[in-house]
């Protein structure tokens, strides 16, 4: 029997097109300074329209770079949709990148056009003349900061202007492997690599953001996504909100734990992502608020230590739920949900490690585990670790006009992550670090993520990083870098005796060192580079 289906590509404008007709009632939500602004997917889509003919009257050309540098608002949603819906490419800038990798991003990319909220344009303005490409600045007015005087740079031009002069378009496009969206990685060695998301592989991982043993998106949700737009595709929860037709809670450029926590209760919000540097700060806030709406709390970009996921299943009923991506995954390829089999079987220990865990591979994601510098399969035995690589229609094949992917793509296809790990014999992948910060000592692997994962349970301690510092004997040794929690003091030989007997004696640091911060890179991730840098030539105490 031979049945033909149509042959419809999967693209972009058919998402727009299901909030604009069937969700055109539902709220999307912004924190601005002066308030909550809020209003209509239906509206939202007469803007997104709009946005396609400024572009057009622009003169952004076909498959042109449209950047923005702004915080999550309805206003980036438009561009989210009226960038690649136009056939043109939607460039999320990083607005936490250092000035020089700024202005190589958007050289790199050749972008035509920035959008950028007027509280970011002093970050913005002061490198505009190095970026070469770059025709036309659009300001979106989000209540704070200055304007400056184009003094015969480029044009200046004002958001809301812009639309109220355009005429809407029709939106349409035939190639569904057409580029739709880039984002470059953080950048923490070296420049950022460009990442190209395709229509088709923006759709497909919608559509995996929505399925139940994903983050389960639905048009019944209220979704807060702390996780920047400018970052890895808002982990996709911009796109699965409109295909669902689920309201969005946007959070501006207020990012304190006050201000998210007043979010979550007023708001009534059902998914709230981010990453761990995030919810360690907001979980204090929830004290004595209504959290009863929330129903999954994703977090990403790090570890997730157990004591942080413990804290939020305590203060509101739920464990964090852990998920696993990168730039290169569009970004999830991996969420913590716990199945029923083992559900039935495991005490409350022995879920909370089973969350330690990043969960199991997505639909429609391969994972494996290498032997370094090979692509010989280990065992799914829950000691084995190697290299993770991965591999789907969502994930990334090679750089953007970059030299450097070969060494980050294996000649069969899989994308090297550049995490070690281990996976068990049900699927369940458990990072034991980042190829570069685990530690090597006397030849044997330290895991810098499970020490700071039992120093984190220390009711002391705020934050807590390990990296291995050079050793005359044994190459490398951990070095426990600790910030006390405000109105505490923690001695040495405290940390290390909570320490003794919750990991291997061989493990315990040789030194701790009490730090007033953990850096932070661009998208809040523990910077183990700074650190490894602040700490360079270190001598360790004597044995």
């Excluded at 058919?14 to 939500?29: G, I, M, P, Q, W």
């Excluded at 004290?287 to 570890?303: F, K, N, Q």
């Excluded at 953007?400 to 550049?418: A, H, Q």
Aim: with cysteine.
């Amino acid at each position: 029997m031979h049945g033909l289906m149509q042959d419809v590509p999967l693209t972009l404008p058919h998402l727009f097109e299901r909030a604009e007709r069937l969700f055109f009632d539902k709220e999307l939500v912004t924190a601005t300074v002066t308030g909550l602004e809020r209003t209509s997917y239906g509206s939202w889509a007469e803007r997104t329209r709009r946005l396609g003919g400024a572009l057009d009257d622009l003169g952004i050309s076909d498959s042109g770079r449209v950047a923005t540098f702004a915080w999550n608002t309805a206003r980036h949603l438009e561009l989210y949709f009226g960038a690649p819906c136009s056939n043109r490419v939607l460039h999320t800038l990083n607005i936490r990148l250092f000035p020089e990798q700024l202005v190589y991003v958007a050289n790199h990319a050749e972008d035509e056009v920035i959008f950028v909220d007027r509280s970011l344009v002093a970050l913005l303005w002061p490198l505009i003349d190095q970026m070469q490409t770059v025709r036309h600045v659009v300001v979106m007015d989000d209540g704070k900061g200055e304007v400056p005087s184009p003094d015969g740079g480029r044009p200046l031009h004002d958001y809301e202007d812009l639309l109220a002069a355009a005429s809407p378009v029709e939106f349409r496009v035939d190639d569904e492997n057409r580029a739709a969206s880039m984002a470059y990685t953080s950048g923490t060695t070296g420049n950022p690599k460009g990442v190209v998301y395709s229509h088709r592989s923006t759709f497909l991982h919608t559509l995996g953001a929505m399925t139940a043993g994903g983050l389960g998106v639905q048009e019944s949700d209220r979704i807060l996504p702390v996780v920047p737009m400018f970052h890895a595709n808002a982990w996709g929860l911009a796109h699965a909100a409109v295909a669902s037709g689920a309201s969005l809670i946007m959070p501006g450029a207020d990012l304190s734990p006050k201000s998210l926590a007043t979010l979550i209760e007023q708001e009534r919000v059902t998914i709230a992502a981010g990453v761990p540097t995030i919810w360690m700060g907001v979980l204090p806030e929830l004290e004595g608020r209504d959290t009863s709406s929330l129903r999954a709390i994703p977090c990403g970009g790090s570890a997730v230590p157990r004591a942080l996921s413990e804290g939020y299943r305590a203060a509101t009923g739920l464990p964090i739920m852990q998920a696993w991506g990168m730039t290169e995954t569009s970004p999830i390829a991996s969420v913590g949900r716990i199945k029923s089999t083992l559900d039935a079987v495991l005490d409350d220990d022995g879920r909370a490690e089973l969350r330690t865990t990043v969960g199991q591979p997505s639909v429609c994601v391969d994972a494996r585990i290498v032997r370094p510098g090979s692509t010989e399969s280990l065992p799914w035995d829950g000691e084995s670790s190697g290299e993770l690589q991965v591999r789907g229609p969502w994930i990334a094949s090679s750089y953007y006009d970059d030299e450097r992917s070969p060494e980050s793509f294996t000649d069969d296809g899989w994308l090297k992550t550049g995490d070690v790990a281990v996976i068990d014999e049900h699927g369940y992948i458990r990072l034991v670090d980042r190829t570069k910060d685990v530690i090597k000592s006397g030849g044997e692997w330290i895991s810098s993520v499970d020490l700071e994962n039992e120093l984190m349970g220390h009711p002391k301690i705020a934050e807590a990083a390990v990296i291995g510092v050079a050793h005359p004997k044994w190459s490398e040794r951990p070095l426990a870098c600790v910030v006390v929690r405000e109105g505490e003091t923690l001695t040495k030989d405290e940390v290390l005796s909570y320490l003794d007997g919750r990991v291997a004696k061989w493990w315990l640091p040789d030194d701790v060192a009490f730090v007033d911060e953990i850096p932070k890179t661009s998208v809040g991730k523990f910077s183990k580079k700074d650190l490894r840098d602040k700490f360079a030539g270190y001598s360790l105490p004597a044995e």
